[in-house]
């Protein structure tokens, strides 16, 4: 199953900044847009791995 999420890039100076409205709490930031959209994968992956984990302990 393949999750699609949307994701907000800004440039703020030098840097990318990103986030997703639809995981609260995942933002990435990268020196390229690339790099951003990596970081906001990863932060993406983590927070829904750590709700899997928390709904699997209850």
Known sequence: MR???TAIVEQ???WHIAYCAEVPGANGQGATREECLASLREAIALILEHRREDRSAR
């Open 3 to 5: 999750n699609e999420f």
């Open 12 to 14: 703020d100076g030098p």
